[in-house]
């Protein structure tokens, strides 16, 4: 039996909501047949938005979407996308796949997605191939209400009061697709460029993100802290689950009991690179003034049979979920520093939490995972222990349990475990300290580590009640199946 100790009396830092978000790019199928239609589309939507989609992400609790890339973000020149849409510019979208970007997605657009959706933007912008100029200039127009050329701009376009910009990002993988600098060039422009992201009232003060390291890149997080930490609010750092290599990633649906182990043990890993670059961060801001950002992350694995090798599309199995499931409650974990994650990407691109086919469309079982995770959101840490077996993979160390407790303001307790063994269930002996237990609930999202949902077999992995544990005076007993995320409301 294993031992699961929560602490309500031990608060240790609030769960930002934004740890919950989402990344989306122009990319394959994600804005355009994913996220946007078009108003004369026949598939539902608002003002271009699809119906289905958005209703589902709202229903998941997105905080907040990360936009327009990604590698796109350094290729992308936002004037070419506001105004008209029959004056907009076509461009080649060289990343991904080489074809025509016809721009009718912009700024405007992205807004109205996000008060659709009452999340927050979080914009990127380009500084691989772009200007200080360009960027100034688009911050002025997003969130100037005065009077001034780009205002004025945004107004003769149809908007007339500013938007609320909440984050902005200053450049996106500069050490790679976004102009393959090293990390001192990359802290000088960084300090260059984010000197004329103005803040143009006290309403709007720009959260402004610094690209941070690649995955173990240790040295990157040193320069930028050591360079431009006074300019910065968040580093950046990305990280994808990979089960075999860059060159043979593996597929999404195919793959043996070693290869789900490899897989999750890959994920796992993040939380060891996260302290890591925490180390180097409180060296040089012991205050703890940035945080720690991930604005992409999520499962990389070879694309679907038959599709665009350039539209990276992936299915998506119980694995995936126990991925988002490990990933969420070790950033749960460490919210004394992280701020925001962006899972990459919301829909039909890598780790998504939905797939399209025309007018129809599937949850993925990460979708699932998000969901039941969304109780934490905006809570605090409660301090928290599960002991565990490990086991050994190729990719290093994989606990079978993992888990994170957090409390509400009116004293209810959510606790999220996932059990990571492909066939051993799991007994664990949940206490709480100092707590007289009223009542617990709980739901599981379990199915065969290869199964997922198709467009005819929506059902096959989705969440249901969870009966098969005892109330304790000061906790439960429960048997936790193998391969499953399970969620406990605990009322004291
Ligand atoms: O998410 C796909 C790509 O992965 C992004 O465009 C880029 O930032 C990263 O390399």
Redesign the pocket.
Known sequence: MEKYLINPNQKMSKICKDIYGN?S?H?GRCIYEGLFVGKDSEIPNVNGMRKDVVEALKDMGLPVLRWP????ADEYHWKDGIGPLENRKKMINT??GGVTEDNSFGTHEFFELCEQLGCDPYITGNVGSGTVQEMSEWVEYMTFGGESPMANLRRQNGREEPWKLTYFAVG??NW???GCMDPVFYANTYRRYQTYVRNYSNDNRVYKVACGPNAEDYNWTEELMKNARWHMNGLAL?Y?TITHDWGHKGSATEFDEKEYYDCLAAAYKIDSIISRHLEIMNRYDPDKRVDLIVD?WGT?HDVEPGTNPGF?YQQNTMRDAIVAALSLNIFNKHSDRIRMCNI??TIN??QSVALTDGADMVLTPTYYTFKMFKDHQENTLLGSYITSENIDTAKGKLPTLCESASIDENGVVYSTITNTSATEMKEVLCQLADTQVKSVKAEILTAKMDAFNTFDSKDAVKTAEFTDFEVTADGFKANIPACSVVKFVIER
């Open positions: 990344f790019e990319l890339g990604g590698c796109f990343h991904w996106n993988e790679g697709c976004g990305h994808y992409e990389w990276l990459a990407q691109v890598l």
